[in-house]
């Protein structure tokens, strides 16, 4: 398994505290905790079938599961945003979703649980157990998030003019239409803010599904009216970028 966060800062560690986990019916801490920021990605630890969950807001708020070889089931938690639908298959690594702060957690950071299934009648972790030992450092992890290239984006159809071009906006609209997406590149940044020249923050990949919350259309020069999809409040990815689409809306518009 590898590391699902590019943070290696465990906050919590398997086992621990366990005066607060007795109410949620454990001797400790029934996983670890990765600290990070909002926004952060989060990424599939092992290759499986992914599970939605019902939101919950007393415990783990919003996560998913991933079913692996071997009866291992893998939790995300706390999660400000899922982006792959409910019975993906997904291989490890994969994007699933942005570190968040939602159900029992009082800072953004990643509650990732690791359980074996069957468990005895005994075992009062209930089949849970502790995920550390499992992870591994791999090549594609040491490069994610913060080195990631500015160039991704730009390099897939939108080359900036020799010199550097003119990022200056000259005018944008922001128009509130919820939705989702299903990203048709190979790769899509994800940027704090409506301009390639933003720094990216994190990637989606090809048949991601995001859901939007606004649209912002902007100016470009040349032309161009570009169109953002923004979500989770100040996460943006280029629907269309100088002319070309590389989303598909649900509501076939692109
Ligand atoms: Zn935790």
């Avoid at 030992?133 to 390099?155: K, M, R, V, W």
């Amino acid at each position: 398994m590898q590391f699902p966060t590019s943070s290696r800062i465990i906050t919590q560690q398997f086992g621990e505290n366990p005066a607060i986990y007795a109410q949620f019916g454990f001797p400790g801490h029934n996983g670890i905790d990765f600290a990070g920021v909002l926004g952060d990605p989060i990424y599939a630890a092992d290759a499986g079938m992914l599970h939605v969950h019902p939101l919950d807001p007393q415990g783990y708020g919003l996560y998913c599961t991933i079913t692996h070889k071997e009866n291992l089931t893998s939790y995300y938690c706390h999660l400000q945003q899922l982006v792959v639908k409910d019975k993906a298959t997904l291989k490890a690594g994969d994007l699933i979703g942005f570190m968040g702060n939602s159900g029992f957690s009082t800072g953004p950071h990643l509650h990732l649980g690791l359980r074996k299934l069957p468990y005895t009648k005994n075992d009062p972790y209930k089949g849970y157990i502790d995920p550390l030992p499992y992870l591994q450092e791999t090549e594609s992890n040491a490069s994610l998030p913060s080195s990631l290239p500015q160039t991704s984006f730009s390099s897939l159809a939108c080359p900036l003019p020799a010199g550097g071009g003119q990022s200056s906006t000259i005018s944008s609209r922001t128009v509130d239409k919820k939705g989702t997406a299903v990203i048709k590149a190979t790769l899509l940044n994800i940027r704090s803010a409506p301009s390639i020249q933003a720094p990216v923050i994190g990637i989606l990949y090809e048949s991601a599904v995001l859901g939007y919350e606004k649209m912002v259309m902007v100016q470009s020069g040349g032309g161009w009216e570009d169109v953002w999809l923004c979500f989770g409040e100040v996460l943006y990815v280029a629907a269309v970028f100088q002319g070309v689409a590389y989303v598909q809306l649900d509501n076939g518009t692109i």
